[in-house]
Nanobody
Framework: QVQLVESGGGLAQPGGSLRLSCAAS????????IGWFRQAPGKEREGILC????????YYADSVKGRFTVSRDNAKNTVYLQMNSLKPDDTAVYYC??????????????????WGQGTQVTVSS
């Protein structure tokens, strides 16, 4: 069964950090570009960044540059989103998604073949 599962969300204080994981089963993440998206209440889903199978990262949200980084561990079939200096505006449900065009990244959701169920991140004091 093909599946992406996000984990690591929760409550963080402003200025704090969280690391989200995106674990794949039923397929190999190393053959896919992986995008991270988020959706805040009442807002559209927003592309944050993407990492290709060649480890090239593209940022789509200027608000996270310098604070969020992405990495991938192909041996664990997992991609990570490290979020530092968190702000209340980062509160959202975070999703990872896999795009079979492994060398390319896009913030357009229709390119992605598989999606995780999402994990809630809440930044509040």
């Amino acid at each position: 069964q093909v599946q992406l599962v996000e984990s690591g969300g929760g409550l963080a204080q402003p200025g704090g950090s969280l690391r989200l994981s995106c674990a794949a089963s039923g397929f190999s993440l190393e053959d896919y570009a992986i995008g991270w998206f988020r959706q805040a209440p009442g807002k559209e889903r927003e592309g944050i960044l993407c990492i290709t199978s060649r480890y090239v990262t593209t940022y789509y949200a200027d608000s996270v540059k310098g604070r969020f980084t992405v990495s991938r561990d192909n041996a664990k079939n997992t991609v990570y989103l490290q979020m530092n200096s968190l702000k209340p505006d980062d509160t959202a449900v975070y999703y990872c998604a896999a795009d079979g065009r492994s060398y390319y990244c896009s913030e357009q959701t229709y390119f992605y073949d598989y999606w995780g169920q999402g994990t809630q991140v809440t930044v509040s004091s």
